[in-house]
């Protein structure tokens, strides 16, 4: 039983570990309008089994492309988005009946459902999937009664509602979901010229016009502030002929021109940078008959030119990969076919390739990556009057890796210790234990590459099972762990030289002498403290779900909670966020490991949950990390039968999480991880075997692109 080896400062016996590679992804999702001047339609989609035609040679072939969708004209204004197992889901326009369709993947073939059939509906569809349920969403445009509307599928059924009914206005809309799966849709306002944007408040639609200087808001592209959920946009001027940018600063729309070297801007598509939160578009050239790309770099827009082989750049669809390269799929009007163009990092440059040249193919795209970065595009056919869908299968991404700092820190090989990220960018180590436990205190100035030993012994006896938080003003708190024969302590400590010297705060925190216990350190420099173990060597393990709450650096401690809503553990990992909230998950209780993710917003004292079963195993000894653009990063640790070194984030405050390739260090548990101010995150030590006594000391660093 699990019970057994976690007396944890000792040695245990274990099978060896199998690494197990699991892949799976989900990348924001744009949809693209279109303009009906184009005198092109639907697209036709290519299938998941990859048994459809073979297409010329690039970088992401071979492309499969297989249809979708073939009864009648159908494929106009496909939207595409891919569910958490990466099956295609796609929103359309089926203009023999003149009804919106949805077309999903079930993993042998396309089901295809009517969502509105109300006559003359279904143009300007924009999908995007709720990321807790994955059920669709659409905005459309109703042609018949010039309304904007909103379908969402609940359960079997489709409901449709009119977001905004006030004269010929929805043409050209975009959808996006907040944090809480609240709808926002640009779009454009054909009575007067003008953008609007509409936002679901819970009870009602509230409407906005976001641009109003005379003929703006066709090709609008929406995406939201992955951290504030503030809502930006890329459109068309069409009075300047010129690509605009919208940004709501909390108080008002700051508006601002991104190209105005004369008919350009339509066909834009927008995502943002996961890391900056900066935007990225795409957009058509109309005088020079190109596509283009511009990037906000701080307060300059940057411009490039993607590709200017004649008549190219219509109905462009972006995405940006892991790395934030971007991807964009679109029309190639000279010869009729679909393109993509990804940019190559190695060699500072826009490669193109062709995705299907079999004529007359390539409108109304909408593209997609999958968690390997590979290309997935819904498209119409116009030759056929099919919807199509294209998957370029012969590209595997290349995440930023793992690179190793040291092979062989200056402090002995150790786990169960503790670290943290200071102010000044340096990262301290303390205690831990191997052969014997330890009490000494190591600094690194240059990310875990080299290391000086502060002290050989600090005033706090040597333990391990410890938690540490360095705060705001530099100062450095540890507390409690687990000393000789797994005693457990309640005892504070503060460093106020970066650990070379110790201050016995309190010899009791007012909480239970405990070991595998989280703490966070919240912005105004308040400590709280969660779970753990609070058993004695006699009576066995106790584990707990008390949360405690210090805001003078430890001195004194009140009870936020007796009894969270979340069961009693050990082991677990806790972040605080940019928001101030904090973020609770998996553990070890009184039974089966756990996956679960509990969210705090009042400082410990209510607990909603975020996920009961998270995608990755329920486990224990991992580690995770708040990464500085509001994402959370778990790795490794032991989930009752092996070691681990997979690595999981997470978007959206731990609702759901995305698998990332293998970390390069050793399958491992009782290591200890630290988030920089670059955003790069540090790894210490830890265990890797379990047939031989295995502690460790090497290093390593992962720097997100």
Not at 367 to 372: I, K, Q, R
Not at 518 to 533: N, T
Request: glycine share 10%; aromatic share 10%; charged share 20%.
């Amino acid at each position: 039983m699990l019970e057994e080896r976690m007396n944890t400062c000792r040695i245990q016996k274990r099978r060896i570990p199998v690494i197990i590679l699991i892949l799976l992804g989900l990348l924001l999702i744009w949809g693209v309008s279109a303009s009906e001047s184009v005198q092109l339609s639907e697209k036709t989609p290519v299938g998941l089994e990859l048994n459809g035609n073979t297409l010329p040679t690039g970088e992401f072939a071979p492309w499969s492309v297989e249809i979708v969708a073939s009864a009648g004209k159908v494929g106009q204004y496909s939207s595409l988005a891919l569910d958490g197992n990466g099956m295609p889901r796609i929103s359309y326009y089926d203009q023999t009946n003149k009804d919106l369709k949805y077309a999903a993947w079930d993993g042998i073939k396309w089901v295809i459902s009517t969502v509105d059939s109300s006559k003359n509906v279904g143009e300007y569809s924009s999908l995007a999937l709720d990321k807790i349920t994955g059920m669709p969403r659409i905005s459309y445009y109703d042609q018949k009664n010039k309304n904007l509307k909103y379908a969402v599928l609940n359960g079997s059924q489709w409901i449709i509602s009119t977001v905004d009914s006030s004269k010929k206005v929805g043409q050209y809309s975009s959808l996006a979901l907040d944090g809480n799966g609240m709808p926002r849709i640009s779009y454009y306002d054909q009575t007067n010229k003008d953008l609007k944007y509409a936002a679901w408040d819970g009870a009602k639609w509230v409407i906005s016009t976001v641009d109003s200087s005379k003929k703006v808001g066709e090709y609008s592209s929406l995406a939201l502030d992955k951290i504030t959920g503030m809502p930006r946009i890329s459109y068309y001027d069409q009075t300047n002929k010129d690509l605009k940018y919208a940004a709501w600063d909390g108080i008002k729309w700051v508006i601002s021109t991104v190209d105005s070297s004369k008919k350009v801007g339509a066909y834009s598509s927008l995502a943002l940078d996961k890391i900056t939160g900066m935007p990225r578009i795409s957009y058509y050239d109309e005088t020079n008959k190109d596509l283009k790309y511009a990037a906000l770099n701080g307060t300059k827009w940057v411009i490039s030119t993607v590709d200017s082989s004649k008549k190219v750049g219509a109905y462009s669809s972006l995405a940006l990969d892991s790395n934030g390269d971007p991807r964009i799929s679109y029309y190639d009007m000279s010869n009729s076919d679909l393109k993509f163009a990804a940019w190559n990092r190695a060699n500072s440059k826009w490669v193109t390739e062709t995705v299907d040249s079999s004529k007359k193919v390539g409108a109304y795209s909408s593209l997609a990556l999958d968690s390997l970065g590979n290309p997935r595009i819904s498209y119409y056919d116009l030759k056929n009057r099919d919807l199509k869908y294209a998957a370029g299968t012969g590209h595997t991404q290349n995440p930023a890796p793992w690179t190793q700092q040291t092979a062989s820190a200056g402090w002995l090989p150790r786990y169960l210790h503790s670290s943290v990220a200071m102010p000044d960018g340096s990262i301290v180590l303390m205690g831990g234990t191997a052969n014997t436990k330890y009490n000494d205190v190591w600094r690194s100035t240059d990310k875990g590459a080299t290391w000086t030993e502060l002290t050989s012994d600090a005033g706090w006896s040597a333990r391990c099972m410890h938690s540490s938080v360095a705060l705001p003003d530099g100062s450095i708190v540890l507390m409690g762990g687990a000393g000789d024969n797994d005693i457990r302590k309640s005892d504070v400590w503060l460093s106020n030289d970066k650990g070379a010297t110790w201050t016995n705060i309190t010899t009791s925190g007012g909480w239970s002498a405990r070991m595998g216990a989280s703490s966070v350190a919240l912005p105004d420099g308040s400590i709280v403290l969660m779970g753990g173990d609070d058993g004695t060597p006699d009576s066995g393990y106790s584990r707990a779900n008390d949360v405690w709450l210090s805001k003078d650096k430890g001195t004194h401690w009140t009870q936020q909670t007796a009894s969270a809503e979340w069961s009693p553990r050990a082991w677990h990992t806790s972040v605080v966020m940019p928001d101030g909230s904090i973020v609770l998950m998996g553990g070890n209780p009184n039974g089966p490991l756990l996956n679960d993710v509990w969210r705090s917003t009042d400082i410990g004292k209510t607990w909603s949950l975020q996920t009961a079963s998270a995608g990755w195993s329920g486990r224990l000894t991992f580690s995770s990390v708040a990464l500085p653009d509001g994402s959370i990063v778990l790795m490794g640790g032991f989930d009752g039968n092996k070691y681990m070194n997979d690595v999981w984030r997470s978007t959206d405050i731990g609702k759901t999480w995305t698998q990332l390739p293998d970390a390069g260090w050793s399958a491992r548990e009782y290591f200890s991880s630290v988030t920089m101010a670059d955003g790069s995150i540090v790894l210490t030590g830890g265990y890797d075997d379990p047939d031989v006594f295995s502690p460790l000391n090497d290093v390593w660093r992962f720097v997100p692109s």
